[in-house]
DNA sequence: CTTTATGCAAATATTTTGCAGGCGC
DNA sequence: GCGCCTGCAAAATATTTGCATAAAG
């Protein structure tokens, strides 16, 4: 039902072209422990905090430093390649630039865990509700704050930002 | 672009009194720097830093701390009058999040002319697709943005912003 | 070779907390 | 009075920076 949200291998290598461009442009180098955050920041297309970005670099490469990771990022928004994203409590998340159409989602209040949704009869109802003021939508930002299962003290309910020891913060739905 | 709409005396004392109600629901006391900071945070309206509202509170009275504003600014998001934004570099920003019926917006990207609505239909889906998830909504932003009929160049179409003589640039539809 | 990058750890910046009184109810 | 609040400062987090060494162009 939902596309998949993280970027193809060609949405990857056209990203990072944009970013050795940048490099170029700017007179700063491509080295190794760049492509790899970056390269891992595109492919999992969503939403990162530092954390399991350096977790998920590491893995290709344990010589990755945590101000290298920082330091990189900073670039790619530099560069309007990623945007700083932060809804709620706890660390920063950055989200790939140019992912505007799928701005669904469902924020934990408690946690911070944000969980994208993708929903039909909204899309279509606000589309119509548009229509009849007249208004064409061009993008749209929809944000749910809410406390997850396990924030609101649910008998077995679950927070996934807590369950997920390394996960990247975000899960997908629908 | 449009500027944020500073709240009216009227609206201040409907937030104070939803402030008022949620301490008293949850068992906690009104003190006399709560209500300063809240005061301030809500006549101010727009966008403000723990560092601007601290400012802006003891000007009206020294004894006030660092501590209590981000407590109570913790207070104001609980209970949804509040919300955390953090765009970019430094300090996180807090904006009024109060009137959370009225957080559907139709933006026009040509002329900034914000109409607010409300549609029942979709406040149910929404609904429908947090619980799903097990969350709860406490409160939502939901932002349409596009283009008015004016702006689309639509015969006979009307783009309310520039019509309208100066008003706060909002309108309520349903 | 020259310049920029990296890692580490120390320095900063931000936000949260513990605690000894103070104040609302 | 009882229990929540407050201010202060110390603690906990998060992010940035300095510096010697390594790597890119």
Redesign the pocket.
Known sequence: MMEEPEHSEADVDSLMGQFHAY??K?????????DI?AETFFSTGGHM???SLLGLARAQ?P?????????????LTECGLAAER?FG????MYETAGDSEHHDHLICVECGFVLEFHNEAIEREQERVARSFGFNVIRHKHELYGMCPRARGIKGGSCPARDAGRGNGREKAE
């Open positions: 490099l170029t700017m007179g700063l180098k491509s080295t190794r422990q760049r955050i905090s530092i954390e490469n010589r990755v430093g945590y101000a290298t990771v920082y330091r990189t990022l900073k670039l932060r409590e706890g660390h920063t």
